[in-house]
């Protein structure tokens, strides 16, 4: 769906009562769009209605509105300022930021984080968390799943069976 259409379906569960839903509708939209400023400044907004300043911070961290008590509790909960980068969900170069406030603010915090080789990157950064994640580990997961579930539910049957053979004149 395009991000207008989604941005459009996720105001429309604000003004119904159904923030939850936006705010996964929004979420989806900053991953896939994360240097949109606009999707971040409107996540920020849903969780100001939940009154969690903290993530109001995180999402409007790179946005020139962004109050400074909510940008305080973003930065103490992840007071690393590597983990800072990470809880961003910035997938490019600062470069790419729509506005200078962005940029700075994006460079400052790439500028005194630390990885383990040295200086880190936007772009390594991302790299490097999505290397992380093994591609395969849900069917890993899956099978053994599946099969305890199935096996479960065998024994429920049985069970089953043979209470209704011993109740049966």
């Not at 009562?17 to 989806?28: E, W």
């Not at 880190?120 to 591609?135: M, R, S």
């Amino acid at each position: 769906m395009p991000l207008q259409a989604t941005l459009a379906r996720a105001d429309a569960g604000l003004a119904a009562g159904r923030v939850p839903m936006a705010r996964q509708r929004l979420r989806s939209l900053v991953e896939h769009h994360p240097t949109d400023l606009t999707v971040r400044r409107r996540l920020a907004a849903v969780y100001r209605l939940y009154g969690e300043p903290a993530e109001s911070g995180r999402w409007n961290h790179l946005d020139e509105s962004a109050d400074p008590a909510e940008t305080a509790a973003f930065e103490a909960r992840p007071p690393d300022p590597l983990r800072r980068m990470i809880a961003l969900r910035w997938r490019a170069p600062e470069d790419h930021a729509p506005t200078e406030t962005a940029r700075a603010r994006l460079a400052a915090l790439r500028g005194t984080a630390v990885g383990d080789g040295g200086p880190v990157t936007w772009t390594d950064l991302y790299i490097a968390a999505e290397d992380k994640v093994p591609k395969d580990e849900p069917r890993d997961f899956l099978l053994p799943s599946c099969l305890a579930v199935a096996a479960v539910l065998l024994v429920l049957a049985v069970i089953g069976a043979v209470t209704t053979v011993r109740w049966l004149p």
